[in-house]
């Protein structure tokens, strides 16, 4: 049987027959001396199955616990602010996905100036989530086609005057004119995020 100490509450297993009909035991970690009486087997089953369902308990709280967290990160941060910075630094987020953005209506104007022939993109930028994001630069690489290495030889960067986008905003935009060092043109546009 499980014999408990009221004053430090430590617990014992001591064979049945040794507490007989009773006896006065002491605890070897405080020195409380208490009368113990036999406890009947039944009662012990009875105790073991409340510890049993308390600890199944505290576990299954803490398992309920662990799955709010991860799995309900965005509604946590509306419904209380401030636990977005404990979420950032166990687990930071891309804030910045791709697919978060859409290039969309590119088109290339040419222009020229002093005999030199320029190119200039316009185009629109829509953020397609439900979140406010930060804007990305555009990057423009041009190549002449008929270049077969893979790398392009002439890129820029254009920063857009938007710091961010509200959830379905999209905004127009128009990069500064390039001088074209090619003859047949290839471009590609990507976004940069910093």
Request: glycine content about 4%.
């Amino acid at each position: 049987m499980i014999v408990t100490c009221p004053g430090c509450t430590k617990r014992y297993s001591v064979p049945l027959e040794t507490i007989g009909t009773g006896k006065m035991v002491r605890c070897t970690t405080c020195g409380a001396v208490w009368q113990q009486c036999p406890i009947d087997a039944k009662e012990e089953k009875k105790r073991h199955a409340i510890h049993l369902i308390q600890w199944t308990f505290f576990y299954f709280v803490v398992f309920v616990s662990i799955l709010t967290l991860v799995f309900s990160r965005n509604l946590l941060i509306k419904i209380w602010p401030a636990i977005g910075d404990f979420y950032e630094c166990i687990a930071p987020v891309d804030n910045h996905k791709k697919s978060d953005f859409v290039l969309k209506n590119v088109a290339p104007v040419f222009m020229k100036k002093h005999g030199i022939l320029y190119v200039q993109l316009r185009g629109e930028l829509i953020n397609t989530s439900s979140e406010v994001k930060s804007v990305p630069n555009i990057v423009i690489s041009l190549k002449n086609e008929e270049d077969t290495a893979k790398t392009y030889k002439h890129v820029w960067t254009h920063e857009l005057a938007y710091e961010k986008l509200l959830p379905y905003q999209h905004i127009v935009f128009e990069t500064e004119p390039q001088p074209i060092p090619f003859n047949n043109l290839l471009c590609s546009i990507q976004l940069n995020f910093m």
